[in-house]
């Protein structure tokens, strides 16, 4: 394990461990975010509405415009209880609140007219009274709210049994709440708190509790109380965990079991509102009777009593993303527990989330730090694809509530760290690449070798390509002179002022070979004029040499000069990588290399730094050159004619080389012809090069020498123009 690799595994674990604690403290975004998804869930899959004995008398717009604005006297409550009473209710659950005297009772009217007489009022009836005696020994449930004045706590109507460790400190607790009518409250068959979702911020009502505690006390709910006396049934058995107080796990009542919520809730799961759920109360106590449909509907059902009107303000959002009377809500538990039809998220659910992001948080680290990057992300996604798969089938066949999303966006934030680090290590590492060889390769193949699929895979192409060698003159005795750390230190100075211009130009240096430097162009992509760049490189390498033996960079001394020899030729090569599958260079060979080759170690014999073929010479006709005769080449049948570049193409337009070419061409017609002005013309033509370049004088004092190279030529233009 590298030791990136082990910075990258340490980063990656303390993330996930601070994404596991984070889960672990279940803040209120996760929480919202698993609400969310459950409701979705059940936007997918909602609870089939079936047929239940289960109705809502619904106080709507309707009953209020026909009876008048709520609140109605409570002897038309009363009126509404005996009508439900004699349809048969199995029992009659109030969503409303009787907490204060009924202002419109005759009693309470006439006390507030001055001038009469008190006793007058006494014997005047009191709806209160008339609700209290209808309720009487009828199978009635009233609601009680929640208050956060006082420390008033309602009776209770039942007992608890409990199984396993007491679980009374489970449920949200009660602070207070707002005392009924007296005569109402003892009356009552069953008492049952009213509130939804106690303490949730969130408008979307997902699970009611269907206890409160006071630390001593439970108290129902109004769906269980209805469902209680329904039934006729005395006591709730609760159980609790088998180890563990202050945990509830499920509720019986009568003949059902509720599974709860380790607060004792129950998690909706709703059906879309329907109509058939509800019946108006004007239907109820209309004056001309009820009609047989609604009394069929009434007869054994649990009926409960609220209101839709929407200026009374009960309208809660179900998951399932609708508006509904929270009566409604109600009457959907009790259908819920008839049905058997149960959401059930276990006390176990919030560990084993815990557990998965702790294991898949550490499986992604390892695989991102020790495989790959695209390993990572189809094992990223995997695990997205298996959580979703899992917790959908849960939902869907076992009604289990397990949240997908916080195990996959802490996965994702453990693979988007762990591979954001990996990419900047690479990335770095890669820059370091870059540094260590872009002194020996060129930016292109650099590009290649990063952007091009196979790039690294053994193998060539043909390709025309300008060959460029570089050899340092007298290298032998320079090296004989100086110890072997000067040695390095000599080429080290020398080839990279050198190296540089072949990169500069768009070059590729192939390789250094001892004092020498191969390199080409026009691969490994294209590259247009790459005669004239390598020409260029040539010239630059030339003027680089003259300011390193001017500065004495080599620290040789005064007249201590150190020379090159160059030898450029254009022509077909292949080039690509050779070698070992697991070591290979990325090189060029064929021809056109042996050729350069050779023209650069005839630089010596011809006594002039920069040599190029005539295939190079005809596509840099622009740059000032002078032909230097036709040379015989090892393992070349023929002799290769090759020219001597003098200067660039400001030189090429300058006076001095005109004067110098005309000369010179009087010169190379004078040795084709073997005439006797050949002396006279070597001395002028050394006049005028030293106006145009000092390197010329050697040149033409050994051009003398090297009549045959220019004679044969001459022969070989008769020969041709014979055939």
């Known amino acids: 394990m590298t030791r990136a690799q082990q910075i990258g595994v340490v980063i990656g674990l303390a993330i996930v461990a601070a994404l596991t604690m984070l889960r672990a403290d279940d803040p209120g975004i996760f929480k919202l975010i698993r609400g969310v998804t459950f409701d979705e869930y059940q936007r997918l899959v909602p609870r089939s509405f079936e047929p239940m004995p289960v109705r809502v008398v619904d106080i709507d717009e309707a009953s209020l415009r026909e009876f008048g604005q709520w609140p109605w006297p409570r002897d038309r409550l009363a009126l509404l ?57 009828k199978p009635v449930v009233l609601g009680f709210g929640l208050s956060n004045e006082g420390g008033y706590r ?51 009502v997902r699970a009611v509790p269907l206890f409160l505690t006071d630390g001593e006390q439970l108290y129902p709910n109004l769906a269980m109380e209805a469902l209680r006396v329904a039934q006729g049934v005395s006591t709730y058995v609760l159980s609790g965990a088998p180890d563990r107080a202050g945990v509830m796990t499920s509720a019986k009542i009568g003949d059902f079991v509720v599974p709860l919520t380790a607060a004792g809730e129950l998690w909706l799961y709703v059906t879309p509102d329907r109509a058939e759920r509800y019946i108006s109360a004007r239907q109820v106590i209309a004056g001309a009777g009820v009609s047989p449909d609604v009394a ?89 694809a298996m959580a979703l798969v899992a917790s959908w089938l849960s939902f869907l066949y076992a ?32 820059r370091a690449v870059r540094r260590a060889f872009g002194h020996y390769l060129s930016p292109s193949l650099l590009h290649r070798i990063e952007h091009t699929r196979d790039a690294l895979r053994l193998g060539g192409d043909d390709r025309e390509l300008t060959v460029m060698f570089v050899d340092v003159r007298n290298f032998t005795e320079i090296s004989e002179r100086l110890a072997p750390a000067e040695v390095v230190r000599f080429l080290n100075t020398l080839l990279d002022a050198l190296s540089r211009h072949v990169v500069a130009n ?15 162009w026009n691969a490994p992509i294209d590259v247009t004029d790459h005669a004239t760049k390598a020409v260029r490189a040539a010239l630059a390498m030339r003027e680089t040499l003259t300011e390193l033996n001017a500065g004495d960079a080599f620290g040789f001394g005064p007249g201590q000069q ?62 000032a050159l002078v032909e230097a005769g036709a040379i015989p080449l090892k393992g070349k ?21 005109a004067a110098l070419d005309i000369v010179h ?46 004679r044969e030529v001459s022969e070989d233009i008769e020969k041709n123009a014979a055939d």
């Open 154 to 204: 309602p009776p209770v109507k039942a007992g608890f049994a409990f199984t396993g460790e007491s679980p009374v400190s489970a449920p949200p607790f009660l602070r207070a709440s707002t005392p009924l009518r007296p005569q109402l409250e003892a009356n009552a068959a069953g008492l049952g708190h009213i509130s939804l979702n106690p303490g949730n911020p969130s408008p979307v």
């Open 296 to 384: 069929a509907a009434v007869n054994g059902s649990i009926i409960f009593v609220g209101t839709s009107a929407a200026g009374l303000q009960d309208i809660r959002v179900t998951a399932l993303g609708e508006n509904v009377p929270g009566v409604s809500l109600h009457a959907q538990a009790v259908e819920q527990i008839l049905s058997g039809q149960f959401l059930s998220r276990p006390d176990w659910a919030d560990g084993l989330e815990i557990l998965v992001i702790a294991v898949l948080g550490c499986l992604l680290v390892v695989v991102t730090t020790f495989v790959s990057p695209a390993v990572a992300l189809i094992c990223g996604l995997l695990i997205t």
């Open 562 to 623: 150190v020379g090159i020899g160059i030898g450029i030729h254009t022509g077909l090569a292949c080039v690509g990588n050779m070698g070992a599958k697991t070591r290979f260079n990325y090189s060029a060979v064929g021809d056109a290399v042996n050729v350069a080759a050779r023209i650069e170690s005839c630089c010596k014999e011809v006594g002039f730094d920069i040599l190029i073929s005539d295939s190079t010479a005809k596509l840099v006709q622009t740059m």
């Open 399 to 430: 009604g289990l509530l397990f949240d997908p999303l916080a195990p996959i966006i802490s996965g994702s934030i453990t693979h988007f760290a762990a591979t954001s680090f990996r990419i900047l290590v690479i990335d770095r590492e890669r």
């Open 665 to 710: 061409r009087q010169l190379i017609q004078a040795l084709h012809s073997h005439s006797r002005n050949t002396r006279k013309l070597v001395g002028t033509a050394k006049l005028r090069a030293a106006q145009v370049i000092g390197g010329l004088t050697e040149f033409y004092q050994r051009i003398s020498a090297r009549t045959d190279h220019f």
């Open 506 to 520: 768009e070059g590729t240096l192939d390789k250094f070979i001892g004092d020498s430097i191969m390199a080409f």
């Open 637 to 657: 049948s023929s002799r290769t004619k090759i020219l001597a570049v003098v200067g660039n193409e400001r030189v090429a337009a300058s006076r001095e080389f």
């Open 81 to 137: 209880v005996d009508r439900l009473s004699q349809m048969g209710a199995a029992a009659i659950a109030f969503d409303v609140l009787f907490a204060e005297p009924d202002r419109l009772s005759p009693r309470n009217v006439v006390r507030e007219v001055a001038g009469v007489d008190p006793l007058l009022a006494e014997k005047l009836p009191d709806n209160d009274e008339i609700f209290a005696g209808s309720i009487a020994g």
